[in-house]
């Protein structure tokens, strides 16, 4: 029977310092010289080295409780904060050391290295999220070492790296069941060919489905309807080759080709619920929200080239093209008076009383007999499609020099990518709970509603070496990012000219000094302190009025190892001279939509603790029991008032010495394993304390919910390369407000239980 790893058990990985010990042959067997170039944190023995926060979590990691929700498995990092929306993570809230969590734009994501949202500098916001359940390595990088990997350097990097090709032919499958009609699917083949094993190939597949846990009451389920579905189905298929030359020749090389396609329909809405309706059932879903989904299709490609002309030179060549296209289809706005004036359904949520008939109409609380009543319903179409390709070059050059080691990077990257909207609206009226679409609505042909091409243009270079001499580690390195912006609205579909709004087309650029230096020192073979500074950016949008976005950062911190422990306490202080918040209609309206505004001075300060301890073997016992524990402490204020008009609702109307809404103050994660030579069991908790939704003081009984959710799965070896697994989520089935955004109060997930087989062959 295969042994299992007691580190691995953890799957939390999160101090630079557990790296070392979680990390083992399954890694080696797969790894090239091009995949340590794809990595962000590098050889797991020398991530101690990085002069900042650095966490990894490796394949086997991930496979302990099987986790397909971003938010799940990134909770586990300290420094990272994760929202909940939909509660199954297809549309991730991702902030690092209190940047906005806003779609994850404020965060610089990536899988293999390259930018992952459809648009990442033209419309950052990551409408796209990769599935996170067939990567093989998610890493995060924090502090000034970070600056490598803009263009958003404030709070840090998250890579997700794929399956590598395997060193022999293998491969793996998963199939699990679970509540709600739950499937998961996830398998991979592939291996090495030819002589000297010059010719490597993998094949991948994962789905993922689930009819959802919410109940939508309308009047479609019938003996001749299907039951209403408020999940989601994605469909993921992966390729790769690659050719690499003899290892033992003179002039080494590398070229890999990757394809990777997914397809997703998810069945969600916009439509939180009253308060009122939360407290009466938090799994409600009106009846206004009966046709919302959005569907979605990305393609990406990526050849990349490795070569190494030297022993002590490697440069990495990249080209990569992405692809989006996607449209949410869901309810936006509703009239009372036959359509003459709208109300956004943000707005009617937040006050309901205010808006009776229209909430009715959400409601689907009005009867066919009901003459007197003009209300309808605009359900939007947001299409959009979006492109991202680029050109970017790496090189490693390692040398000596005045008495220090010296390992010097550079880069070099040219980007384009672009977002274009042709949105429309469609009305509908209610009777008796269903939704009619109205004949001869004005502003139902694409790009009646929105009809915008923004276009974005990047150039972003880095040097930075790492010089290593006796104790000390010192890395100092400094990026430059041009970002070009521009905007085009038009009046009607036909986009002519003569129908180019008056006010667009509109444009910025920003040019960016990011410089950064961070050290280690080693105090003995146990201990060692680490310190680091660094320059925080984040382009703005095409506003010509608009400012980038930036910091300056500090971290401070120290880290243990010895024989059964290791622990790790980072203190990091964001002083923002101007941060900025994107004007979407999930974070609430601003004067222009998808403008970008700038907010001003703020100040974030925190704590990242980690300690693992491995119980098992400090004991003697017969058994291993890994036990890990982290910590997030993020505390910021806002260093002056915040009108109503000038910033999306969630912050509108702060007040000088306030903090930041929806970052908690408090997250804890707690993790504990048992395992012998055939089974394992692992429990983990997670604690976040309560925070306020939106910064306006009108709106202080909008709180996201404190809770306690605990996970539990296990595994037994049937054979050697076959594993029973059995799994719960949100083992005590806690009822919390997850969210109040984008319109009312939306429920995390309840208890979920998982089971199936997991195959090596």
């Known amino acids: 029977m295969k042994q299992p790893n007691p580190y691995r058990m953890f799957g939390t990985l999160a101090s630079t ?7 083992g042959t399954a890694s080696a067997e797969t790894s090239t010289k091009l995949l340590d170039r794809v990595m962000i944190t590098g050889d797991p023995d020398r991530i101690e080295e990085i002069p900042g926060s650095a966490q990894a979590l490796d394949r086997e990691a991930l496979d302990r409780h099987s986790h397909t929700d971003p938010h799940r498995i990134l909770r ?25 969590p806003e779609r994850g734009e404020r965060v610089t994501i990536m899988e293999d290295g390259v930018l992952v949202a459809p648009a990442p500098y033209a419309a950052p916001a990551g409408y796209y999220f990769p599935p996170i359940g067939r990567m093989d390595r998610v890493e995060t990088r924090k502090g000034s070492s970070s600056i490598k990997y803009g263009p958003y350097t404030v709070g840090g990097a998250l890579n997700m790296v794929s399956t590598p ?12 069941f679970g509540s709600h009609n739950g499937r998961r699917m996830h398998a991979h083949i592939g291996g090495q ?3 000297n094993d010059q010719w490597g190939w993998l094949v991948e597949g994962y789905t993922e489905q689930s009819d959802g846990f919410k109940d939508l009451d309308n009047a479609l389920s019938g003996p001749n309807q299907p039951e209403p579905n408020t999940g989601f189905d994605r469909r993921n298929l992966m390729t790769k080759l690659r050719w690499n030359s003899d290892p033992m020749a003179e002039l080494y090389q590398e070229v890999e080709f990757k394809f990777a396609t997914d397809e997703r329909t998810v069945y969600d809405t916009y439509l939180g619920l009253t308060e009122q309706d939360y407290a009466d059932d938090p799994y409600r879903r009106y009846a206004g929200s009966q046709i919302d989904e959005i569907n979605t299709e990305n393609d990406k490609f990526m050849l990349r080239h490795y070569i190494q002309p030297t022993a002590n030179v490697d440069i990495t060549t990249t080209i990569y093209r992405t692809e989006t296209v996607r449209n949410w289809y869901k309810l ?26 229209k909430m009715d109409w959400i409601r689907g609380d009005i009867a066919s007999c009901d003459d007197d009543n003009d209300s309808v319903g605009d359900v939007r179409a947001n299409n959009r499609e979006y492109f991202a390709h680029g050109l970017d070059v790496q090189m490693g050059y390692l040398f000596d020099a005045f008495g220090w080691e010296h390992e010097l990077e550079s880069g070099l990257r040219y980007h384009q990518d672009e977002e274009d909207r042709l949105q429309w609206h469609d009305s509908f009226a209610m009777e008796d709970g269903m939704m009619y679409k109205v004949d001869g609505s004005e502003r139902d042909t694409p790009g009646d509603v929105t009809n915008r091409l923004t276009e974005a243009e990047a150039i972003a270079g880095f040097v930075q070496n790492t010089m290593r001499q006796g104790s000390w580690t010192v890395t100092p390195g ?26 667009r087309p509109r444009s910025n650029t920003y040019r960016e000094w990011i410089p950064g230096i961070g050290a280690v020192y080693d105090i003995d073979r146990r201990w060692s302190v680490l310190a680091g500074v660094h320059r925080g950016f984040a382009p703005g949008g095409s506003d010509p009025d608009g400012e980038a976005e930036e910091s300056n950062n500090y971290e401070l911190g120290a880290r243990f190892r010895d024989a059964y422990t290791q622990a790790e306490l980072i203190g990091f202080f964001n002083d923002y001279s101007n941060i900025n918040a994107q004007c979407t209609q999930v974070g609430g309206g601003c004067e222009d939509e998808d403008d970008v505004a700038p907010i001003g001075e703020v100040e974030v300060y925190g704590l990242e603790a980690t300690w693992l ?14 036990v890990s524990l982290t910590y997030t402490l993020t505390r910021s204020e806002f260093r002056e008032n915040i009108g109503k008009e000038e910033a999306p609702n969630n912050w509108a109307g702060a007040r000088k010495g306030d903090s930041l809404p929806e970052i908690p103050e408090h997250e804890i994660n707690a993790r504990i394993g048992l395992a012998q030579e055939d089974w394992r069991i692992n429990l983990a908790a997670n604690w976040t304390d309560s925070v306020k939704a939106k910064a306006d003081p009108d709106y202080s009984h909008q709180e996201i919910d404190s809770r306690v959710l605990i996970d539990l799965s296990g595994e037994y070896y049937i054979t050697e390369d076959a594993r029973l697994f059995a799994a719960a989520e949100n083992l005590t089935d806690e009822e919390y407000v997850a969210h109040w955004r984008p319109a009312g109060a939306r429920p995390g997930k309840p208890r979920e239980f998982w089971a199936g087989i997991k195959v090596d062959f």
Request: hydrophobic fraction near 25%; charged fraction near 30%.
């Open 613 to 626: 301890h491995d119980l098992g073997a400090s004991q003697g016992w017969g058994v291993q029991v890994p």
């Open 478 to 503: 400094v990026r430059y990012e041009y970002v070009d912006v521009e905007r085009r609205d038009w009046n009607d579909p036909n986009r002519s000219s003569a129908n180019l709004d008056d006010d």
């Open 17 to 23: 310092t557990i790296l070392a010990c979680a990390y």
């Open 165 to 176: 090709i395997p060193r022999e032919r293998s491969g793996k499958a998963d199939i699990l």
């Open 332 to 357: 936006h706005e509703v009239s009372s008076d036959g359509g003459n004036s709208f109300t956004g359904i943000g707005d009617i949520l937040d006050d309901p009383e205010d808006h009776p008939d």
């Open 76 to 100: 586990d990092i300290p420094g990272v904060t994760v929202l909940e929306e939909e509660g199954y993570g297809q549309f991730p809230h991702i902030s690092m050391r209190g940047t906005p």
């Open 193 to 195: 060919e030819g002589e």
